[in-house]
């Protein structure tokens, strides 16, 4: 902590406006906090992750993507591979377009702002430290804070309900165990007064990049060959998936019967999802399956107005299994359920119960209709039932992870206390910066 | 666990795939490790499930199917970027910037680092590990012991070649052991809502320990005991009953049979 008065000093390396900025594979979610006004999620923009290329050859950087009509056989090009920045060529024409243009952009001075930066759990070290002097030698932020993203949740309000917790604090829950299922994995992090404990944090490798390929894989060697068509994957993966409460009832709902014996499948569950053609549409819609249209679909001309239709039955439900049952595509790994009683296993008995009473979802997985439902229920079949189980999935779980980056940095206090200056960067280097981070040495 | 430290580089650029690491004396011929054998990496881990028997060939064909569902980025993606600038501001950025390297060669890199430290003489194993990551290589001793009958007490010693290798320190089995004792036992070893006080020592050291390398932090497999892994029909999703005798793929009957043998199938 700086002695008092400190902030007077002619200049302070710490500047008034900070870039928090949680780097997802997927998507960014990118906007500034100030000491001036408490941050919201509505401070929060998301921005795709990526550089991408339609049919027309016409490439689209980042946010570009909104003005974009037409997403067939559209190929990406994804700087953040299994949640890391791996390809910074493509990150920094991303970052630049995005923050430090005005045009468009955020309009940002890296020299005038400081960085919050959330990372995936994990990182190589090597990656680390090109992240590291990326952000001070090429970007020149005036100071920054690389921190784990399910940590910088330990500065949100717990999303129970209000007679639960404390008043709006900064101040961490003794225990919390942060689920992170988003787009490049699904990871469990006990934090301790919003410390985390790394050698429990596990990983499993089932994220959201996952089910919409298996749902592309599934799609494409049942019925139409959509390997070149990720993005509307995606777009019917949002749309219609659910986890099921009862996934061998639900097998069987949407079973069609054996040649001697068929049988309705139940078209609550069976659905035709009208491809959208980028002509009259840019999007698709489901609709309950209509066994004569479907039909009827292959004798459409092959020129001319038609409809195409790609059927999903059991893929609905199959598919965000994987979350829970990952061993259904031969993936060695326990599910989310046993994954954190893994990571849980770690703890002393002592914190155990802590964590099982405070747990927080976060990532776009957990919007997932029924998502929340069958991990409480999973859970409370693998802990003894005396012991208090509380979870909940925080009220946005996509910006939730920067929303705690943004009250950190809010407090002037807090920031000051974790940042490192371009400065403190020159004299002592990226190794040293790399050791700060990781919590191993003095400032 | 090792140590990690970031080692000066030496040479020229690291080229895909591999990594430059000092010369200790180690030859990594005489023992065994190769971190492209994933097959043998996924015997050892016990990823091939009980109750399914499968071919080499299948299980590549699973792994091959796996890395694909994993893939980040297109391969056909060739997608420069508009108005690249080729302005650098200092040669660590311009290497960074200029580098063709994907996740999978970092990860190697880790990897091979990893092994680099463990078999580098009195690495890891002893120094600074002892107090502070005990009870983190006790339950990695525990879990490293996929086919002993008895669970050691004391963390396996990690200059056995099998903890040595980083694939190796993968948890293998859910490190609560009395998980896999009966159906009776309930995955924890809290009992009541009022478990024991907080040893301080004890979590001041988990708190001190450092991250863990990619992949340690890797969940493990299901318990053993568990149900079975579940098969479906290659065609259409239901169970699948029915083992095709040419490819060894599953069907869930007569259709779904017959429309795997044309189209499907994959050995004719
Ligand atoms: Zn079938
Ligand atoms: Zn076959």
């Keep these: 902590m700086p002695p008092k008065g400190w902030r007077k000093a002619a200049h302070d390396p710490v500047a008034t406006q900070t870039l928090v900025l949680d780097n997802g594979a997927c998507t960014l979610k990118a906007g500034f906090a100030s000491a001036a006004a408490a941050p919201s999620y509505d401070d929060c923009r998301i921005i795709p992750n990526c550089i991408a290329k339609g049919r027309d050859k016409r490439v689209y950087i980042a946010s570009d993507l909104e003005k974009c009509t037409n997403f067939g ?334 009250r950190l940095a809010h407090d002037r206090d807090i920031l000051r206390s974790v940042v490192v200056t371009r400065a403190q960067y020159q004299e002592r280097g990226s190794t040293w910066l790399g050791k700060w981070f990781a919590g191993g040495d003095a400032k | 666990m090792p140590h990690i430290e970031v080692l000066p580089n030496t040479g020229a650029a690291p080229a895909p795939g591999w990594a430059y690491v000092p010369d200790t004396g180690y030859d990594p011929s005489k023992v065994a490790f190769n971190p492209k054998d994933r097959k043998r990496q996924a015997t050892r881990q016990g990823a091939v499930p009980t109750g399914v028997e499968l071919s080499a060939r299948q299980l590549t064909a699973v792994q091959r199917r796996i890395a694909e569902l994993e893939r980040d980025n297109d391969a056909r993606s060739g997608i420069e970027i508009p108005n690249k600038k080729t302005t650098f501001k200092t040669s660590a950025t311009k290497k960074i910037l200029m580098s063709a390297k994907e996740i999978r060669h970092w990860l190697d890199d880790e990897d091979a680092l990893l092994t680099n430290k463990a078999q580098a003489p009195g690495a890891g194993a002893r120094a600074p590990a002892g107090r502070v990551i005990k009870p983190v290589i006790g339950a990695r001793g525990r879990r490293g012991t996929l086919t002993a009958t008895t669970v050691p007490s004391t963390p396996v010693q990690p200059s056995t070649p099998a903890t040595n290798t980083p694939r190796a320190l993968t948890p293998s089995v859910p490190a609560f052991p009395s998980s896999v004792a009966g159906s009776q036992d309930k995955t924890l070893e809290i009992r009541t809502a009022v478990p024991a006080p907080l040893d301080m020592e004890k979590l001041e050291a988990l708190l001190a320990a450092p991250p863990l390398p990619y992949a340690a932090a890797r969940v493990g497999p299901p318990a053993a005991g568990g149900p079975p892994q579940r098969l479906f029909c290659d065609t259409c999703g239901y169970w699948g009953r029915v083992k095709c005798l040419k490819c060894g793929a599953r069907v869930c009957g007569l259709e779904c049979k017959g429309k795997h043998d044309q189209s499907m199938c994959t050995r004719f």
């Design chain 1, 73 to 406: 056989e559209m190929a990406f090009r994804r700087p953040v591979e299994r949640g890391f920045i791996v390809n910074w060529e493509a990150e920094k024409a991303i970052w630049e377009h995005e923050f430090l243009e005005g045009k468009g952009g955020l309009g940002c001075d890296p020299k005038e702002t400081n960085l919050v930066l959330a990372e995936a759990p994990n990182c190589p070290v090597q990656l680390q430290k090109n992240c590291d002097e990326m952000v001070f030698e090429e970007f020149e932020f005036a100071t920054y804070y690389r921190s784990i993203g399910p940590a910088l949740n330990a500065y949100n309000d717990l999303p129970f309900s209000a007679s639960d917790s404390p008043e709006t604090s900064l101040l961490p829950p003794e225990c919390l165990l942060l689920i992170d299922t988003s787009y490049s994995h699904t990871t469990i992090t006990p934090l301790y007064n919003g410390r985390p404990i790394h050698s429990a944090i596990r990983r499993m490798s089932v994220g959201g990049k996952l089910l919409t390929n298996y749902l592309k894989e599934l799609s494409s060697t049942r019925h139409i060959n959509m390997l070149d068509e990720t993005y509307l994957l995606n777009e019917i993966k949002e749309a219609v998936s659910f986890v099921s409460p009862s996934f061998k009832t639900d097998l069987e709902r949407t079973w069609k019967g054996g040649l001697s014996d068929r049988r309705e499948v139940d078209p609550s569950i069976v659905l035709d999802y009208v491809l959208p053609n980028y002509e009259h549409s840019a999007h698709g819609f489901a609709r309950p399956h209509d066994p004569i249209k479907a039909r009827r679909k292959l004798l459409q001309p092959l020129d001319g107005p038609r409809e195409d239709i790609l059927p999903v039955g059991n893929e609905r439900f199959a598919v965000p299994e994987l979350l829970f049952t990952p061993t259904d595509i031969g993936l060695q790994e326990a599910g989310l359920p046993e994954a954190i009683m893994q990571s849980l296993s770690v703890l002393p008995a002592a914190l155990q119960a802590g964590m099982l009473a405070n747990m927080v979802v976060v990532g776009g997985n957990s919007l997932i209709k029924g998502f929340m439902e069958r991990l409480e229920t999973d859970l409370r079949q693998l802990t003894p039932s005396n012991i208090p189980l509380r979870i909940a999935r925080a009220p946005d779980p996509i910006k939730h992870t920067w929303l705690g980056g943004a």
